[in-house]
């Protein structure tokens, strides 16, 4: 469920903070193509790919994954000359979008079923040892933590997507060592940790079209 809205003494820091937000110059090239890509008086359509812009540029302003303040969903919506409510309603509907401050690395851990009965809960205890509560931050700013419905990797149960990057075949070590990494500023390479697989093959490599691992093997030779 989407977060609720701020309040009205919140709303008046947001104002104050946000309420002069415009595209940087090199966003607003971008605002312009995504907008071109749609006839003229469709416009609205743009409405998801601005909206990540604009958390993207927050991001970018405050160190963050990033958020959308309520003054700059009001700049969204007015840019596509929108009724702010219909902008509102896409930023609360998609959980891709923050309504709160989140921190440097926003921790979304799968916590549906494949990804529970292969361990989540030890990925959400080693977020716990870690000083990690679910819908917080922590006190540096450096961790946000949520527990989110399956994204798709259910192949690689169980699953982390840390910003825009998914972390796969995880355990409690993985996720520790995946922690300390981005907490020493390193980036992790993204997909399975730990395991000797690449994105969703078998474990130990795969058993079939094992010569598309090194090249784009022709196997039409083969078939006559």
Known sequence: MADILPTAIDIDALRARWGGFAWTAEN???AKTVVGRYPPGRQYSAIIPLLDLAQRQVG???NTQGWLPVPVIEFVAKYLDMPYIRAYEVATFYTMFNLRPVGRYHVQVCGTTPCMLRGSDDVFAAC???????????????????????MGACANAPMVQINDDNYED?????TTALLEALARGETPKPGPQGVDRRTSEPLGG???LKEMVHENHDYREKAE
């Not at 716990?128 to 399956?150: I, S, W």
């Not at 995880?170 to 993985?174: C, D, G, I, K, V």
């Open 206 to 208: 795969p058993t079939t």
């Open 128 to 150: 716990k040892a870690k000083g990690l509560q679910k819908g917080h931050t922590t006190e540096d700013g450096l961790f946000t933590l949520n527990e989110v419905e399956c």
């Open 60 to 62: 970018a302003e405050t």
């Open 170 to 174: 995880l355990t409690f070590e993985t």
């Open 28 to 30: 607003a090239d971008k």
